[in-house]
């Protein structure tokens, strides 16, 4: 029953050959698994947000799929937004806006923002505040998330045109 | 915080998976649909099967279509699908304003529709909106199909019709009438978090007044329910103030509670009077 299951999961381009248990979660083998120790994991039970990752074009949270149902996906972690020293939009206006203080919540607020903007880059004000409520964050209090989120938005649409 | 162990199988066809089901039930096997109730329910071990039949890859269960008079919705179909229009019907609008009440939108990325259906959980949006609207669930399994209607479906609290062998393959939604309207309203202390108290109505006007009237409650009993009383308390009444809240009161008169450790009989009752009033001003917007 505990039997191993061969895999390959693509991390940010990256082949990761694995073998995990089917009870395994995606949070857990791109952690523990796959070393990329930058998808946290708050709950382990979809409340918090902290593992949220983007699979296929995605954000979802990934303590809420197991490993085996992401092979041959493309998934994306915070490890992959920046590009080499040049921080990708969202990070920068993380940083510009204090949009963090511990960072524990901070990977997951990337990812479901970048996740949901690359979808709906014309997303309304309030729909994105919206999609912020989905992921906590105890430090913050939020409101540089927001101002932080918002710039970011402008910016990722100025690049689209 | 981990799930127990058990074994994957990965149908690709609806034979298949019906099969593995047949097979299986009887040994702890269970289908996994978007996983956003039950791996959190494996989470804490309070669910611990054995087996887990895994439709995320079964063709033809991706249906969202309709014929002009109800439209079908596969076992496939996440949450998110209804973040914009489906159908051209008012139905679609519904949908939509409904859907972006359901949990978060990456956990309405992989949850289904169906999923939500099977669940059963109480205050589940799709659950009041099947039920008030008097979807047909179709059900199958290896010893053929059935048609179950929504207001035999669901029974009491994450429980319904279906036996242990079936898969809720697709539901059937009724279309709307053109100049229907409809109005949705829903309590809770957190966004994202399950209703404490749910409402949809839908009605048509017709010399004035209302007519063919619809009004569900949810997350207030153990099932989503249509409460005749209320409706009975609006068609032939012009729609307004006056007949939203005799409405709202002969639901909240109607409904039997579920008290939990928030929450005593009373004050659910008055939110459901809050809820139905707030849907039926909805329905004016
Ligand atoms: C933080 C959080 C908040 C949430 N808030 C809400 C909310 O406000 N409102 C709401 O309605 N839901 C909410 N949910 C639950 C979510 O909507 C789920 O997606 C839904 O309840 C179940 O659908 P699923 O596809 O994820 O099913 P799964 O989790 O895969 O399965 C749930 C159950 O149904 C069975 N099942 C699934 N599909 C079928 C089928 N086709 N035939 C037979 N059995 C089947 C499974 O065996 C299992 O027992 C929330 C979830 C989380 C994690
Ligand atoms: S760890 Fe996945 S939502 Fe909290
Ligand atoms: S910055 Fe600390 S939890 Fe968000």
Not at chain 2, 190 to 196: E, P, T, V
């Given at each position: 029953m505990t039997e191993k299951i061969a895999l390959t999961l693509t991390i940010n381009g990256h082949a990761h050959a694995i073998a995990v248990e089917a009870r395994r979660t995606l949070a857990d083998a791109i952690r523990e698994d796959c070393g990329q120790t930058g998808t946290h994991i708050g709950c382990e039970h979809g409340i918090c947000g902290a593992c949220t990752v983007i699979v296929n074009g995605e954000p979802v949270r990934s303590c809420l799929m197991f490993a085996v149902q992401a092979e041959g996906k493309k998934i994306r972690t915070v490890e992959g937004l920046a590009d080499g020293d040049t921080l990708h939009a969202m990070q920068q206006a993380f940083m510009d806006h204090h949009g963090l203080q511990c960072g524990f919540c901070t990977p997951g607020f990337l990812m479901l923002a970048v996740g949901v903007l690359e979808r709906e880059p014309d997303i309304s004000d309030g729909d994105l505040l919206d999609v912020l409520s989905s992921n906590l964050c105890r430090c913050t209090g939020y409101q540089n998330i927001i101002k932080a989120v918002r710039a970011a938005a402008a910016e990722m649409r100025k690049r689209c045109v | 915080m981990k799930p127990a162990p058990f074994v994957r199988h990965v149908p690709r066809t609806l034979q298949q998976a019906l099969a593995m089901l047949s097979q299986l039930a009887g040994q702890d096997g269970r289908i996994l649909a978007g996983g956003q109730s039950l791996v959190p329910i494996m989470a804490f071990r309070l669910a611990k099967p054995a087996h887990l039949i895994d439709i995320n890859e079964v063709e033809g269960l991706d249906r969202l279509d309709s014929d002009g008079k109800a439209l079908t919705i596969g076992a496939r179909v996440r949450h998110a699908a209804f973040h914009g229009p489906v159908v051209d019907n008012p139905l679609a609008a519904l949908l939509t304003y409904v859907a972006r009440h359901i949990a978060h939108y990456p956990i309405r990325m992989r949850g289904t529709f169906c999923g939500s259906l099977a669940h059963a959980d109480p205050a589940s949006e799709w659950c009041l909106t099947t039920a008030t609207l008097g979807a047909t669930m179709i059900a199958r399994s290896t010893r053929g199909t059935r048609e179950i209607a929504a207001k035999d479906f669901f029974d009491g609290i994450m429980s319904t019709a279906l036996a242990e062998d079936e898969l809720l393959a697709e539901v059937r939604l009724p279309l709307l009438a053109a100049d229907a309207k409809f109005g949705f309203n829903e309590f809770s202390r957190?966004?994202?978090?399950?209703?404490?108290a749910s409402s949809l109505v839908a009605y048509r006007v017709v010399d004035s007044k209302i007519a063919e009237a619809r009004v569900g409650v949810g997350g207030a009993e153990p099932s989503p329910r249509r409460i005749a009383e209320a409706e009975a308390a609006l068609n032939g009444q012009p729609p307004g103030d006056a007949a939203f809240r005799a409405a709202a009161l002969a639901a909240s008169d109607a409904v039997d509670p579920l008290e939990d450790h928030q929450t005593n009989a009373e004050y659910r009752r008055d939110l459901v009077r809050v809820v139905v009033r707030r849907a039926l001003e909805h329905s004016l917007q």
């Open positions: - | 957190r966004a994202g978090d399950f209703a404490m």
